[in-house]
């Protein structure tokens, strides 16, 4: 079964939790008329009637602001912040936005992330009470040898703390729009499902929220710009194409998972809402309601 009527009822809140400004400017986002473009870490945070405060990704985090300069061996690596030109602003980390929706940072019982990717998980330490739910693939390659660039450069467990906070899944489950899934996350509600998308990373994964009006797919990387979506033919600036096949691990399974999503965007429009963690444009349209 596809999707089942929810009966929990969730708030969604888009967060943009980094912002990065490559070099290069349309090519990476499609719209900046300047030299460098925008990029944006979109984290939802979800709240829950009977599940508190969830997290989906957490960006950049408290400890990567207070360390821009840290060392190759610490949080984020020189490589990857002249890269991606990375803007590190306290008041974009997840921990000062829950805050100023007045909740406390130990108020969000639950991560779930994506993959374990620098942007994606800088925040972790600053949930010390959160569980945090990812695919067991993704932890194994995370915490196994760093050999290679892309590797070495990606996976930072000086961001990462006790390895007791978390839970790891292999997929199981009945199927979502044809595709594997990972029901009944530990504590979780059954409206939150992890939908494996390897190719970016190994153990890369969609997370699926089932809310009024449908679902709402968060696809991490697995794409990274609204073009490559919603229409027949893909659309990619070269900037961000680029990016996508330097961090890959698998390229046909990353194409053929993004081929599925792209199908599936137009064959489940009224039934399913996609977006990705960097694309500028689908965040503000998020943002004020209007996502496609």
């Keep these: ?20 400004c490559p070099l290069g400017g349309r090519l990476f986002d499609g719209v900046s008329k300047g030299l460098t473009g925008r990029l944006v870490c979109h984290c939802l945070l979800i709240e829950s009637d009977q599940h508190g405060l969830i997290l989906v990704d957490t960006g950049y985090g408290l400890q990567d602001v207070a360390c821009p300069h840290a060392p190759p061996s610490a949080r984020i690596t020189r490589t990857m912040r002249t890269i991606l030109n990375i803007r590190l602003r306290e008041e974009e980390t997840a921990c000062r936005q829950v805050e100023r929706l007045g909740y406390r940072c130990e108020d969000v019982q639950h991560i779930v992330l994506t993959h374990l990717d620098f942007d994606h998980a800088g925040g972790l330490d600053d949930f010390p009470q959160a569980r945090i739910h990812l695919m067991g693939a993704e932890y194994d390659a995370a915490i196994g040898p760093r050999h290679g660039f892309v590797t070495r450069n990606r996976y930072r467990p000086a961001q990462w703390g006790t390895a007791d906070r978390w839970r790891r899944y292999g997929a199981r489950g009945e199927k979502w729009f044809g595709f594997g899934a990972v029901r009944d996350l530990e504590g979780l509600p059954p409206e939150i499902l ?20 449908g679902w709402l797919l968060h696809a991490g990387d697995a794409y990274f710009y609204r073009g490559e979506m919603r ?8 900037g ?14 990353r194409l053929e998972n993004q081929q599925r999503l792209r199908h599936l965007s137009i064959a489940h429009h009224d039934d399913v809402r996609i977006l990705c963690a960097h694309d500028r444009t689908e965040f503000d349209r998020a943002i004020e309601g209007r996502l496609l």
């Design 194 to 213: 992890l939908v494996p998308l390897p190719g970016h990373t190994w153990g890369h994964a969609g997370v699926a929220i089932h809310r009024a009006g």
């Design 231 to 238: 229409e027949a033919t893909r659309r990619c600036p070269a």
């Design 240 to 253: 961000s194409r680029a990016y996508q096949m330097m961090m890959e691990v698998d390229r046909k399974a």
């Design 1 to 20: 079964m596809a999707a089942a009527k929810s009966e929990v009822q969730v708030r969604i809140h888009h967060l943009n939790c980094g912002t990065d």
